[in-house]
């Protein structure tokens, strides 16, 4: 994710779980607010809003459950 971007709020069914490998992330999670640093790792409940501003160039991984099919590649 590039520095300076960012991933509007939204709402998804799925739990999501991240972990930041590189860079520094702002997190917003239903009422809370997050900085992120490499190492550090979040978990979002189903349902709930979130957001994030890429405070620097970064790199995280993420798991969805149950599977996110919209990211699924369409065949």
């Known amino acids: 994710m590039e520095e300076g971007s960012q991933l509007p709020s939204h709402a998804h069914s799925q739990e999501q779980t991240g972990y930041l490998i590189a860079g520094r992330l702002r997190l917003s999670i239903g009422d809370e607010i997050f900085e992120v640093a490499p190492g550090d790792s979040w978990s979002v409940p ?18 969805f459950s149950p599977v996110r099919e919209d990211y699924l590649p369409q065949i």
């Open 46 to 63: 189903g349902n709930v809003a979130h957001r994030a501003e890429i405070l620097a160039d970064s790199v995280a991984i993420e798991v």
